[in-house]
């Protein structure tokens, strides 16, 4: 009988809890992201057709909202200097207008006047100077075309992530004008503040623990943070997962900047999550670059390949795919699914999925007021969803499960520690050995009890298995190769 390879002595099993921490901590860039869909709170019944504005950062009443179209005001900015700015929306008596910084600000009725005095935006010269001022006075800033950069943290940061950002803000436009779906040229300059500390990122504006980066609705920034507990532990890990949590929120800023979604519009949280993870794939490895709409989000297919280890031999229910629609809130395994969700549908079901993002894209200010039941579950996303997609999604799932099998991918982790489970049995007589690779000691071993349960009592009590770690994912897939042809 093969000998099944010996276990690896107990000095390795330090390494095995920071390996599967320093992951949880990297896998944290989705569940641990802010921005202005998971931001938003509904909490006005659909009937009523109101808003709670002080949801949103605004300190107004609720009241009925009414679209700004192409309106101008003039008001007083945020230093008290009259200015022109665009009226976005009226919620009751109040006005919320946008600044020409790109601000939203609310204005009650005797603090700003309709005007048709041109609106133009600040120039990039007037915004940086604007900005570098409190916790921002020692700041540098670098401008495109496009954007403003303002930030303390290394010049090769700032370096990969203007490379990134300026790519996806034309890659992202030209996608969806080859879609027809109508976009425009951004308004103001986009503005992306990058701190090298955290202590300096919750400083600038307190945050819940965890948040790593965020896009903030009102202010139109991507504020974000290049230092973090990864990148103590694994420099080159912890840049890449700054980079990814970067290209996450520029293209929620993109989005909602190039007239896709409306500021303060309420998308259901799956599509606005998938759809930015969607846009916004990272290569893995030493050169960190953009990888284009649609392509493989190496780290959310990481964490996939984990959630589906987890449940090898289960028959898809639906429940995933249900679930991913129905939430109100995203944990980091949800923005996995929302992302395979979305990929999966974009590829193959395009004319459906076009269908409804457009006709999404048409909410403005506000919309869709929906109703949160139980543990945050918003059941007429459901609904909606399957006018578009159909109300099998057992079917669904069972099609998504076997579209992710047959994506490649390339692990993040590839070069950390892997763990090999081998089971050999006899079964009716006959031999049968079994071998799979896992990122994590604990799934290794969930799949050898799972493995060994399946066997009948007899065959468990003489069956042979053990979980072996290896130094990478390669050495780890070759060992387990090697003992299924029986070497």
């Not at 007589?429 to 050898?448: P, S």
Request: hydrophobic share 40%; with cysteine; proline share 5%.
């Amino acid at each position: 009988m093969q000998e099944i390879p010996s276990s690896r002595d107990e000095g390795c099993h330090k390494l095995r809890k920071q390996c599967n921490l320093s992951r949880r901590n990297f896998l944290q860039v989705g569940a641990g992201t802010a921005c202005a869909l998971s931001l938003a709170k509904s909490s006005v019944a659909d009937e009523a057709k109101t808003v709670a504005p002080r949801d949103f950062g605004f300190d107004i009443p609720a009241g009925p909202v009414t679209p700004g179209g192409e309106q101008r005001v003039v008001t007083v900015d945020e230093s008290g200097e009259s200015v022109v700015a665009q009226l976005y929306c009226q919620v009751g008596a109040h006005h919320i207008v946008m600044l020409p910084d790109g601000k939203l600000i609310a204005r009650g009725p005797t603090e700003s006047m309709l005007t048709d005095r041109p609106w133009a935006a600040i120039d990039r010269a007037a915004l940086a100077k604007g900005l570098l001022v409190g916790s921002l006075a020692r700041f540098k800033t670098r401008e495109s075309r496009r954007y403003l950069y303002v930030y303390n943290t290394s010049d090769e940061f700032v370096l990969v992530t203007s490379r990134i950002l300026e790519q996806m803000l034309p890659g992202i436009s030209d996608y969806y004008e080859t879609r027809r779906l109508a976009v425009k040229t951004p308004d103001v300059p986009l503005v992306v503040v990058m701190f090298r500390t955290e202590e300096e990122f919750q400083n600038y504006r307190r945050m819940p623990p965890g948040v790593v980066a965020y896009y903030h609705i009102l202010t139109n920034q991507v504020v974000m943070y290049e230092e973090s507990k990864l990148f103590k532990v694994k420099p080159e890990l912890g840049i890449q997962q700054s980079i990814s949590t970067i290209a996450h929120e520029g293209a929620h800023q993109i989005l909602n900047n190039i007239g896709v979604q409306q500021r303060l519009s309420l998308w259901p949280m799956w599509l606005g999550e998938g759809l930015a993870e969607y846009f916004a794939p990272t290569t893995v490895g030493k050169r960190l670059n953009w990888k284009g709409v649609g392509q493989v989000n190496d780290l959310r297919m990481y964490e996939l390949e984990v959630y589906l280890q987890a449940r090898a031999g289960e028959v898809p229910t639906g429940a995933l795919v249900t679930h991913t629609v129905s939430a109100a809130r995203l944990t980091s395994t949800g923005y996995a699914a929302a992302w395979a969700l979305t990929t999966f549908l974009a590829k193959q079901e395009r004319a459906s999925f076009n269908k409804y993002v457009a006709e999404v894209s048409k909410l403005g200010p506000f919309e869709v007021q929906r109703k949160t039941i139980g543990r945050g579950i918003v059941p007429q996303n459901l609904v909606e969803f399957q006018e578009y997609f159909g109300a099998d999604t057992d079917d669904l799932e069972a099609r998504l499960v076997a579209y992710l099998k047959r994506l490649p991918y390339e692990d993040p982790f590839a070069q950390w520690p892997h763990f090999t489970t081998f089971v050999q049995a006899t079964v009716d007589g006959k031999q049968r050995r079994d071998a799979h690779v896992f990122h994590t000691t604990d799934l290794a071993e969930k799949w050898e009890r799972d493995t060994l349960d399946k066997l009948s009592p007899e065959a468990r009590d003489k069956a042979q298995s053990i979980v072996r770690e290896y130094p990478n994912r390669q050495v780890a897939e070759r060992a387990a190769a090697e003992f299924l042809r029986g070497k």
